[in-house]
Nanobody, 127 residues
């Protein structure tokens, strides 16, 4: 079965950087569009960033645009989220997700579009 495993979370000071990873196994990674979401305590899960399976299209939440970068390495079956200029409000559990529909159009912002999810990695930004 398809498995997604996030790693790289941790504690960082405000203004710092962190890169989190999502390793995918059990399925054709190069065919999946990938997304990152986050959820803070007491809040709903929210979209952060997405990259199409072709790698040619990315989109970001307004709150992270210009600070975060999503990327993928199909040779390693891994997606990444580079997070710079981190703020305390970025504190959350970060989840990666995979969408297996290569024909899908749109911006991939809805959690319901994704077929597979990881277990999450905690990112804490101290002020």
């Amino acid at each position: 079965q398809v498995q997604l495993v996030e790693s790289g979370g941790g504690l960082v000071q405000a203004g710092g950087s962190l890169r989190i990873s999502c390793a995918v196994s059990g399925g054709p990674f190069s065919s999946y569009s990938m997304g990152w979401f986050r959820q803070a305590p007491g809040k709903e899960r929210e979209f952060v960033a997405a990259i199409k399976w072709s790698g040619g299209s990315t989109n970001y939440a307004d709150s992270v645009r210009g600070r975060f970068t999503i990327s993928r390495d199909n040779t390693k079956n891994t997606a990444f989220l580079q997070m710079n200029s981190l703020k305390p409000e970025d504190t959350a559990t970060y989840y990666c997700a995979a969408d297996a529909d290569r024909l899908r159009v749109g911006n991939l912002r809805a959690p319901s579009l994704y077929d597979y999810w990881g277990q999450g990695t905690q990112v804490t930004v101290s002020s």
